[in-house]
Every structure is written in C-alpha cells, then in structure tokens.
C-alpha cells in the first residue's frame, strides 16, 4: 500500500496510442491504492480504449468533451478549472507526440490540453512513440521545453514498438509510473532535502563462477523503506543485492552482488548520506578464494575455507565515534534466531547505532520472504517498544516516522512549493 496516495486527487489523462490500453492498470493501481481518479481521454485515445472501462475501474466519471458537465462531490460542474484545481497530480500517460507538442506551445485545443494549460500543480507525463518522432528534434525540444517548466517524464523505454519495430519510444510500465507518481507527490515532505540511504537484499558470495554463498533474504523489507523514504520526500539511494522483488522505482538504484561491493558503495556515498537503515542480509564470511573455473565432481570431499567479510555498520560506526563525517542516524536491523535480545542489544552499542530493528527470523510470520514482519525497537538512550505483526510496508512507515521524529521535522512545512514554475 502507499498511504501517500489515500485520498489524493489523480487527474488521468489519456492520449491517443495503443499503449492507451496500459494505462487501464494504472488507473487500477491508483484507484486500489485509494487515490480519487478522474480520467480525462482525448478523442483518438477513446478510440483504442472505450471511456466505460475507466469508469468501471475507477467509479469515477470520465470526460472527453470540454463541454461535458462533471461530477464533483455530489455537485455538478463543468469545465476544466474546477479539474485542474481539485488534482493532487496531473499524469498524461500515454504521452503522444501531438499532445507533447500542444503542451509545450501552450495550445488548447480539446479538454486534456485546456485542463493541462489551466493546471499549476505537479504534472509527470509518460511519452510513448515511435523512436523517429521521439528522437526528433521538434520532440526533443518540446520535452526540454517542458521539463525546464518544472513537468516530470518517466520513460519512455527500449522495446518493441506498435510498428513491430524494436526501439526507444515504448511507454513505461504502470507499476513504475505508479512509484514514481507516489515520489512526486511526496516531493516537499518531512525528509525533503535528505539523503536516505538503505541497504537491502542478501550478498552472494563466489564459490566458482555458477555457485555463491547466500542466504534468504529477498530485498522486501529494504524495498519497503526505500519506498517509505522517497514517499516522505526524500532523496532516496538503495544499494541493494539481487532482490527477488520488483525494485522500487523513483529511488537511485545501485546495484552489488557481495558484501564487498555493498561496503564499497555505501563508504563512496556516506559523506553524502543524512539517514543511513542497513536491512541488507550481508554475508559475514566469504571463501577465501573463488575458482576462476567451475569446481568439478571428485571422489574426496571438498573444504571451502572462509574469511570475514567487512561490517559496514561496525566501520561507519568507528568513523562515527572518531567523529569522521557521518550520517545523522544510523539504524540497523537484527535478524536473530535466538538470545534475540541480548544480541540486538549488543549490536546497537558495538555498532554505534541509533536504533536497531529486532526480528525473529524463526516466527513464520516474521523475517525472511514474507510480506509480515514483527519487530522490537531498541533505541539508544534505552527505549524499547515491541510492535504488534504489521506488513513490511507499514513497518517501514512506522520506522521512517521514527526518523522523522528523530530529526526534528514533525512539522515540516516543505521547502519546495507545490506549484511549478512558470
Ligand atoms: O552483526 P550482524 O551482522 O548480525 O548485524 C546486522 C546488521 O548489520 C544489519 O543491519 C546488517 O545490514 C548490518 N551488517 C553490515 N555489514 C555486515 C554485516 C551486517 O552492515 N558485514
């Protein structure tokens, strides 16, 4: 769930292309994600989709004509600045060409390019094209044009296009225009003007070239602070191992396979980093050395010795306590099987962490792979608080406004007006 979009206002507006048909998931997603959509469909798009399946998705009317009456709060109004005013977001997704082109030269000339050129709030648009008429310089223009008013675009992708033809010019998938709606409406939040920086997925670690050592880690706890992150407006680094979750989309992905290259990248971004929360599962031992070749079959039993991996928290906490640059808040999560206590208490002060999330990896509803999680809080200074089973997504609000509070920003205004500058 994203309780960033519960109550918002999405305007919806469709152009007219074949990936018109994609956007009947997105107007879906917002509308379970209890967002209010109100759907405005230029006359070519209503060709490829008809305007009953909006409103059968999202219970809401859906306009074509300029001079149609709308729906209001049980009022009836007409025109495009009651639309414009009322939205939270203005998406145009499929973004054409034509309506790129309208947008940028102010034209309004049917009731999505009115409602557009009448509307001051955020506006993300997903353009979706032929590669020639998206690399063209007229186009080109127009989305600089756009974008240094302030819009948003997402996409458009490399794939196969409705001409057969495979290029840049695909539209993005729903899933991440959704994520990156989520972070655009979160822009100005409590963490406005931070660096989060989350660390997630299980480390591998190379036997030979097709075998690791692992562990059960999936990314879902980590994604979900990423998310919860980007949603309070931060700017959001995840520094993350192979994830057998969709990752999150309006966060800075940087990628690793071992403990090695996740120290790396997290040592590279600290002097930058305000909030640091390791969730990743890293791998404390590695082999010694991996085969360059892969190990063959032999009738004796094979030994793989093993070294210590290096402990980001532990090595960001040394250069916390020598008073090095570092970041404001350190959190670090505690996967334990048993003295699940004592254990998370001890990480806390031999990490020199702020706070440490503790779950028992054993409960199966708990830790590993499941979308539940049932954490205790230790605090330093001594706080503790045990947190009833939660989903992984609400854990991870309920953390991220614990770093709010901590912060200071409970009643953060926003520095960024919500209006775009024109
Ligand atoms: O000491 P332990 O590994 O159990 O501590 C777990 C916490 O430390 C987690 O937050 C994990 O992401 C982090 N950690 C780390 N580097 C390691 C091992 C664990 O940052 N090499």
């Not at 997903?126 to 600089?144: D, F, I, S």
């Not at 008013?149 to 729903?174: C, H, M, N, Q, T």
């Amino acid at each position: 769930m994203a309780p960033i979009l519960s109550g918002k206002r999405i305007m919806l507006g469709i152009s007219g292309g074949i990936a018109a048909y994609k956007s009947v998931t997105l107007a879906s997603r917002f509308t379970q994600a209890n967002a209010l959509v109100d759907v405005i469909m230029t006359h070519s798009a209503a060709k490829f989709v008809a305007p009953v399946t909006f409103q059968s998705i999202t219970q809401r009317s859906v306009a074509t004509d300029t001079f149609e009456f709308w729906h209001d709060a049980g009022r009836l109004r007409i025109g495009h600045v009651a639309l414009a005013h009322a939205a939270d977001l203005f998406i145009i997704a499929p973004a054409t060409a034509h309506t790129i082109a309208r947008l940028a030269h102010g034209l309004s000339d049917d009731l999505l390019s009115i409602t557009a050129l009448s509307y001051k709030g955020p506006m993300l648009l997903a353009p979706a094209m032929e590669t020639n008429m998206w690399t063209h310089p007229a186009t080109m223009r127009n989305v600089q044009a756009l974008r240094d008013w302030g819009v948003d675009f997402i996409g458009p992708e490399e794939g196969r296009l409705a001409s057969g033809e495979v290029g840049e010019g695909r539209v993005a998938e729903p899933e991440d225009i959704f994520e990156v709606a989520c972070k655009v409406i979160g822009r100005g939040g409590p963490l406005d003007g931070l660096r989060v920086l989350i660390t997630a997925g299980g480390t591998r670690e190379p036997i030979d070239p097709v075998r690791f050592m692992g562990n059960h880690s999936t990314g879902k706890m980590g994604a979900a602070l990423a998310r919860a992150a980007r949603d309070l407006g931060a700017e959001t680094v995840l520094v993350h191992a192979p994830l057998s979750v969709h990752p999150p989309g309006g966060v800075s992905l940087m990628p690793v396979h071992t403990a090695q290259q996740m120290f790396g990248a997290v040592m590279e971004q600290l002097p930058r980093t305000d909030v640091l929360i390791g969730a990743a599962a890293v791998a404390d031992y590695r082999p010694t050395r991996s085969s360059n070749q892969k190990l063959k079959k032999s009738p004796e039993n094979q030994v793989i010795t093993l070294e210590r991996t290096p402990d980001i928290l532990q090595e960001v906490g040394t250069r916390r306590e020598e008073g090095g640059p570092g970041p404001r808040l350190v959190i670090g999560f505690a996967a334990e099987t048993n003295d699940l206590e004592a254990n998370a208490l001890d990480k806390l002060k031999r990490k020199n962490l702020d706070l440490v999330v503790l779950n028992d990896v054993t409960a199966p509803d708990s830790g590993f792979a499941v979308d539940t999680n049932r954490v205790t809080l230790f605090e330093r200074g001594g706080n503790r608080e045990a947190w009833p089973l939660m989903s992984k997504d609400e854990v991870a609000q309920a953390i991220l406004q614990r770093v709010v509070v901590r912060l200071g920003r409970l009643d953060w205004k926003g520095s960024q007006s919500r209006e775009r500058d024109r």
